[in-house]
């Protein structure tokens, strides 16, 4: 995926948590329109967005979690600061989730197609590989 974003300049940096998070999207979204019916057209961007939150979280929830150790009271600044970029990023998903035709339903995919999905990126994505691998065996 990152290849196919090249024609972002260098300096944006925006190559891999792109990649990651396109990646990740491709590879889930069956599943979310399978079990949710629901296709969104903002998660990819709100993601993106968020990525950054994500760590921050992580971080100080287990700052917090070593320091109350010590005492709760030690802790505080370190759950706070976890609370604030959990709650940012809950108010942005949120934010998001308010666009106008961000969404569309989709009333239901039989399991078949859910398979055939899965098999058509698989496809996509190894067929470099498969071509190599049949090219060795003849």
């Known amino acids: 995926i990152e290849r196919w974003l090249a024609f972002l300049p260098k300096w944006t940096r925006l ?3 792109l ?3 396109l990646g990740a ?3 889930v979204l069956p599943v979310l329109i399978y079990s949710s019916g629901v296709l969104s057209f903002t ?3 709100v993601n ?3 990525g950054p939150l994500v760590p921050l979280v992580m971080i100080f929830g287990f700052m917090a979690m070593m320091l109350s150790v010590f005492g709760s009271i030690i802790a505080m600044p370190m759950v706070f600061l976890s609370g604030v970029s959990a709650w940012l990023i ?6 998001f989730a308010k666009i106008p035709f961000g969404a569309i339903t989709i009333s239901s995919v039989h399991p078949m ?3 055939a999905t ?5 496809g996509i994505v190894f067929r470099k590989r498969f071509a190599l691998l049949t090219t060795r065996i003849s």
């Open 48 to 50: 993106i967005i968020i």
């Open 90 to 95: 809950i108010w942005l998903v949120f934010l």
């Open 113 to 115: 197609m859910l398979a």
């Open 118 to 122: 899965y098999l058509l990126i698989v």
């Open 15 to 17: 190559h891999e948590p």
């Open 43 to 45: 998660s990819v961007p």
């Open 25 to 27: 999207q491709v590879f």
């Open 19 to 21: 990649a990651l998070t």
